[in-house]
Nanobody, 114 residues
């Protein structure tokens, strides 16, 4: 069982920045790590994903303002979010996919005030 620990959410004004982090309890040679988000009354949306072999993907709505990257250890991934907008207010959920098994973090509230 893989456990994910998230940090970095909070309240920020529009135009500001936040960095989320997610650390898995175990490092795997090959895995996908990233974030989904869910705003009240909306569908869950993929924000960004990063693989241990360097593949990244971003939602079109954020790709020019967000960067996902791994730290020096493969079990930590970061999401640098810049120029945040109020519509970015959501609960952000870190996840890791390891050979088809998906693990989730508890979620992290990000609130962007106008």
């Amino acid at each position: 069982q893989v456990q994910l620990v998230e940090s970095g959410g909070g309240l920020v004004q529009a135009g500001g920045s936040l960095r989320l982090s997610c650390t898995a309890s175990t490092a795997f040679t090959i895995s996908l790590m990233g974030w989904y988000r869910r705003a009240p009354g909306k569908e869950r949306e993929l924000v960004a994903v990063h693989s241990t072999i360097g593949y990244t993907n971003y939602a079109d709505s954020v790709k020019d303002r967000i960067t996902i990257y791994r730290g020096n250890t493969k079990n930590t991934v970061y999401l640098q979010m810049n120029s945040l907008k109020p519509e970015g207010t959501s609960v952000y959920y870190c996840y890791e996919d390891i050979r088809g098994a998906t693990y989730w973090g508890p979620g992290n509230q990000v609130t962007v005030s106008p």
